[in-house]
């Protein structure tokens, strides 16, 4: 798996709707649900007039929720925005994928920016980061996404078949759930990062290529980019709720929901967590793998000394005994070559003898 990759995104003036993002030939499709406790309805790839057309017979105290795939469309954009009475620069930050995750809340509307991690694949070479935008109205929540995921699947499926409790809570916690799932997908892509370092750790212990700390520098980079997607979140997270606690007038966020946040915070900083645990194994596996390769080099200078001191005393001998002079008698002794193999074999021995008593070796 390779490292996180954040699109590469050109700032755009402010006010400006102008796609520029990654998926420009995603097929546009809108998706609705309309529930309450009692009941549901969820419809698939209508126009913008058939939705009208739907809220207009739908219980207005029902929860609807509208999510829209692609947003390379900018006319559509701007009729939904007219639409919803969305704020045009609103609607321009729902483009903006430079910016970090954010929450502004105005007077009746809540928005949201969020980094999400997409589904990772054996196919993948890169863990994608997408910007997914939510709009919180009263009992209306908009979801904009660049183009279709598994996200929120989980939440569609507690809809329809009435599992848990957001069929029977507002809009605000139907919010709580959407980012709850997105959360997910960052423990899950931890999930996978964590066991590719499980493996690179035991081959850091066992081999000694260079191809290892290559892995292990790109794997910390992947933590990082991800660490860099959930810090943002939790300071949104946080000031959300402190917010909550200071405003005295209606919160667009029920008080019921917004003790749900806190979880979302919690989570956070758990993923926060486990990133730093990571990373710290990381840092353990890139030190024992300098420190091995330390280690094998001294062993390997050990025995290159050792050999040297063997050889140093001989290379002596022979050198000397290299010189042809006329008056060195052991020239003309029939048994000098003897003896002097025999003195340089004793003095090897000694030498080994010497080295292994003081257990240098």
């Given at each position: 798996m390779g490292r996180v990759k954040y699109k590469k995104i050109r700032k755009l003036q402010p006010n400006s709707l102008e796609y520029s993002g990654a998926f420009p030939e995603v097929p546009i499709s809108m998706q609705l649900f309309v529930y309450d406790e009692d009941s549901f309805e969820e419809y698939n790839d209508l126009s913008l007039s058939e939705i009208e057309e739907v809220l207009k017979k739908s219980n207005p105290n029902a929860i609807k929720w509208f999510n829209l795939h692609g947003l390379h469309d900018i006319?559509?954009?701007?009729?939904?925005g007219s639409f919803f009475a969305i704020e045009n620069y609103i609607m321009a930050e729902i483009l903006n994928f430079a910016r970090r995750t954010r929450v502004e809340e105005l007077d009746e509307t809540m928005f949201f920016s969020v980094k999400a991690i997409l589904p990772y694949t054996v196919d993948d070479v890169y863990v994608n980061?997408?910007?997914?935008?939510?709009?919180?109205?009263?009992?209306?929540?908009?979801?904009?996404?660049?183009?279709?995921?598994?996200?929120?699947?989980?939440?569609?499926?507690?809809?329809?078949?009435?599992?848990?409790q957001v069929r029977?809570?507002?809009?605000?916690?139907?919010?709580?759930?959407?980012?709850?799932?997105?959360?997910?997908?960052f423990l899950v892509t931890l999930d996978m990062v964590e066991d590719n370092v499980e493996k690179v750790l035991v081959e850091a212990r066992v081999q000694y290529q260079k191809e290892i700390i290559i892995r292990i520098e790109e794997y910390t980079q992947e933590l990082n980019d991800i660490k860099r997607a959930v810090i943002p979140?939790?300071?949104?997270?946080?000031?959300?709720?402190?917010?909550?606690?200071?405003?005295?007038?209606?919160?667009?966020?029920?008080?019921?929901?917004?003790?749900?946040?806190?979880?979302?915070?919690y989570k956070s900083n758990e993923i926060l967590d486990q990133i730093e645990y990571n990373l710290n194994k990381l840092d353990s596996a890139t030190n024992y793998f300098f420190s091995s390769q330390s280690n094998r080099m001294n062993e390997i200078m050990k025995v290159l000394t050792i050999v040297s001191v063997i050889f140093i005393p001989l290379t002596f001998i022979v050198g000397v005994y290299g010189m042809n002079f006329e008056n060195m008698p052991e020239l003309k002794d029939p048994n000098g070559y003897y003896f002097t193999l025999l003195a340089m074999?004793?003095?090897?021995?000694?030498?080994?003898g010497y080295i292994k008593w003081r257990k240098w070796f």
């Open positions: 006319d559509l954009l701007k009729e939904v980061v997408e910007q997914i935008s939510f709009i919180l109205k009263e009992n209306i929540l908009l979801s904009f996404q660049e183009k279709k995921g598994d996200f929120f699947n989980l939440i569609r499926e507690r809809i329809r078949l009435k599992i848990g029977k809570r507002d809009a605000g916690y139907l919010l709580y759930g959407l980012m709850d799932s997105l959360m997910d997908s979140l939790r300071e949104v997270l946080y000031n959300l709720r402190t917010q909550h606690e200071k405003s005295s007038g209606k919160a667009i966020i029920s008080r019921s929901s917004i003790a749900f946040f806190e979880r979302l915070q074999l004793v003095i090897v021995i000694l030498m080994i």
